[in-house]
Structures are given as structure tokens and as C-alpha cells.
């Protein structure tokens, strides 16, 4: 009973916020022309590829923040994971600065040299932490079955970029029935 109960908060807290951004990014990629829908997600980062992709190394600069994020994190599953680990860790330092400000004198300490080159240090810091996500989450989810965990978020990549697949297959086919039609 508690493998099953470990399997459906595994979903809850994993699987499907992990397959939710990876909705949101595939379906991105696809919009921002990053990719083709003639590209599986699985075989969009893969070194010896003989498919183009924009999502690459070297048209890193040409990509929006997020994307270009997630190619410095090494793409795909692992980079996806990564980066999504580096949106909280810096989403909750920011939320524990503004429960902690006791005044004005906090938010223009922001801004002295010491605190911009704080702030430079602590990404650098959190950059480190989410390319080692593995070693930063067992920290934060209480569970005996951390395998059924990363599982479960693997399964809510695959089925995130899958979806965004279909769905702007399905998107590009409608518009064309609208033009068509006119």
C-alpha cells in the first residue's frame, strides 16, 4: 500500500508539473519554429543527430531565455529537469527575501555593490544545484522510492513533449483549413 501511495505522490508532485512544463517548452519549441513536428523530443538533443534543430549549442544565443536555458542545462530530459529546478530554487529565494524584509533598508541593500555581487554569486551557486538536481530533491521530498520518482517525472517529460506534439499538429491542420476556406 504505502509503493502505491508513494507511485500516485510521485504523480501528483512530479509527474504532472514536470509533464506540464515540458508541455509548455516542447509546444514553444514548436511555435518559435525551434523545432519541426517531423522531430520526436527524444531525438531533437541527441549529439550524433541528422536532424537540425534550433535547440543546439550553437544557436543558443538566438533562442528566448528559457530555451536557451534549458541548452545550457544539456537539453532533454536531464536539462529539462535542471532547469526547472533552477526556476524554483530562484522562485523561492526570491519569496524568502520578500517574507523577510523587515523595511526599506532590505530592498536598497538589493542594490549596493555587496548585494548585486550576492545575488551574482547565489544563481552561480543555484546554477551548480540544479545541474546536480538529483542531489538537491532527495533533500526535499520525503520518500523511500526515489527511483518511482524520477520515473514518474520521465514519464510526465515523454508525455508532456508528446501532447505538445500532437497538439500543434493539430493547431497547424486547423489553420490550414481556415486558409483553405477563405
Known sequence: MSTLLEI??????VGIP??????????FSYQKGYLSTDVEIQ??????????????????????FLHSKWITFGGGFYGLIALLT??????????????????WHDIFALFSIEGVIGMF?????????AAVWFTYWPEHFNTNHYPAWILMAYIGYRLGGKFAKQYSITQSKKSENIESKE
Open 8 to 13: 500516485v505522490k510521485a504523480l501528483l508532485f
Open 18 to 27: 514536470v509533464g506540464a512544463f515540458s508541455f509548455l517548452m516542447v509546444y
Open 43 to 64: 531525438d531533437a538533443f541527441k549529439k550524433k543527430n541528422k536532424i537540425e534543430t534550433k535547440l543546439s549549442g550553437k544557436n543558443k544565443k538566438e533562442l528566448v
Open 86 to 103: 533552477f526556476i524554483v530554487i530562484e522562485l523561492l529565494q526570491i519569496l524568502n527575501f520578500w517574507l523577510g524584509v523587515t523595511g
Open 121 to 129: 554569486i547565489d544563481s552561480i551557486m543555484n546554477m551548480v544545484k
